[in-house]
């Protein structure tokens, strides 16, 4: 035997003797997950076309693999920071939902706020609202407010089980 195979053939045995441990320690568990996570479809999928002169022009959520990036949220009626921020996060959730995902498996939030000085009051109506352990979140003040006159939309990125 030459030098390559020999070396081919101790990474052989190496592999077949790591496998088995790994089978006997139970963590031959793991790869029938990490399998599974695999058969998560690799293709794009998208929900709730708007489309601008019958052509489209962004989606409410797309999917790829077990992610969802939901489309900012705003609020386009009268009413305060509170009314708006609560109606945003309704509106999340329904998007979520509809992609098979929810609250509690959001994984980052941007909030955009048309005033600043509203921070305080949409931290209030936003607590709580993605469950015991809420996802990281970027927060900023626009300059020359949210399209729509809305005094804050968000959007967000989450998982799908």
């Known amino acids: 035997m030459n030098e390559m195979n020999v070396k081919t053939e ?3 045995v190496v592999k077949r003797i790591l496998t088995s441990l790994m089978g006997v320690a139970g ?3 793991l790869s029938k997950v990490e399998a ?6 690799q293709e ?7 489309t601008l002169q019958d ?7 797309t999917k790829f693999g077990n992610l969802v990036f939901v ?3 705003g609020a386009h009626f009268d009413g305060d920071i509170t009314a708006h921020t609560n109606h945003v996060l309704d509106e999340v959730k329904k998007e979520l939902e509809k992609a098979g995902s929810s609250m509690e498996q959001v994984l980052k939030v941007n909030v955009y706020l048309a ?12 607590k709580g609202k993605f469950g015991n352990k809420p996802p990281v979140r970027t927060t900023v ?6 399209p729509g006159d809305s005094l804050v939309e968000m959007d967000c990125i989450a998982y799908v089980k």
């Open 10 to 12: 101790r990474r052989s």
């Open 27 to 29: 963590l031959g568990a």
């Open 36 to 41: 599974k996570d695999r058969e998560v479809s």
């Open 44 to 50: 794009k999928q998208v929900g709730n076309v708007t």
């Open 55 to 61: 052509v489209p022009l962004f989606s409410g959520h």
């Open 71 to 73: 489309a900012g949220k």
């Open 115 to 126: 005033d600043l000085h509203d921070y305080k009051a949409m931290n209030e109506a936003y």
């Open 141 to 146: 003040a626009t300059y020359g407010g949210v």
